[in-house]
């Protein structure tokens, strides 16, 4: 699971450091070169299996997402692909009630439940024998690149799939993709540039490494090789909402 992939520091309130706007700018540049072009309209050409509606429109990327943001990005990269591709659900709440959304992403998920439910039965059917990748981010709340990449990546491989990128039209018919950006949502909501501050177990400070109840999610999970007692679930809602989200979608 993907949980920091580095800074911890939020910068102005919804701004990325510096160094991130230059590496998705790099990325851009790398998906929107010529030779790339030229690849995707070939594949367009021959591909049967996206359709041919227009792309959702392009996201923006040189800052970070705050709460209601994140459910915008995250159903315009579902928008991005295909009927059938995306569904997009909530395995449960943070401390503070924020939602934990997950976008699914692979072919053959067929027509989305009607407006409104977004709570775990919209995740769609079980494929038997597809693998699945489950891409967790954001698990300390002040480690917040991941956050944002996973958004990025979700709906370039919903676009990808709909304009016939053939990686990404073989990978999503032969692979359940989850992405889950933000597993630590109210962290997230309190971190600060330059605040690296560690509750572990007290209340929670400034700081927006643990969850709103002073856990670090990171080590609230059980340990299969410990032969103590298995952490109490009671304050971490988040974890518990991901265990039981593994257990009963494998």
Not at 91 to 101: D, F, Q, T
Not at 145 to 173: F, I, T, W
Not at 204 to 209: L, N, Q, S, V
Not at 232 to 239: C, G, I, K, T
């Amino acid at each position: 699971m993907a949980s920091g992939w580095g800074a911890r520091a939020l910068g102005q309130p919804g701004r990325l450091p510096a160094a991130v706007p230059a590496v998705l700018l790099l990325l851009l540049l790398l998906l929107r070169s010529p030779a790339r072009a030229a690849h995707i309209k070939k594949a367009e050409a021959t591909t049967t299996t996206t359709s041919a509606a227009p792309e959702a429109g392009e996201g923006q990327f040189d800052r970070y997402y705050h709460e209601e943001e994140l459910g915008s990005a995250l159903r315009e990269a579902a928008a991005a692909g295909p009927p059938g591709l995306t569904r997009l659900f909530s395995i449960g709440n943070s401390v503070e009630g924020r939602p934990l959304w997950v976008l699914r992403l692979t072919a053959g998920l067929g027509p989305p439940l009607p407006d409104g439910d977004a709570g775990p039965d919209a995740a769609g059917p079980l494929l038997p024998g597809r693998p699945q990748v489950k891409l967790v981010g954001n698990m300390h709340g002040d480690e917040t690149v991941s956050r944002q990449v996973l958004v990025y990546l979700a709906r370039e491989l919903a676009a990808g799939y709909r304009r016939g990128d053939p990686r990404l039209v073989r990978l999503l018919n032969t692979t359940d993709v989850y992405v889950l950006p933000s597993l630590n949502p109210d962290g997230f909501e309190r971190a600060r540039e330059g605040d690296c501050g560690f509750g572990d177990g007290g209340p929670p400070g400034p700081g927006g490494r643990d969850n709103s109840r002073g856990r670090d999610l990171n080590r609230s999970f059980p340990d299969q090789f410990s032969s103590g007692e298995p952490p109490a679930l009671d304050d971490v809602p988040e974890v518990r909402a991901l265990i039981d989200w593994i257990r009963r979608n494998k």
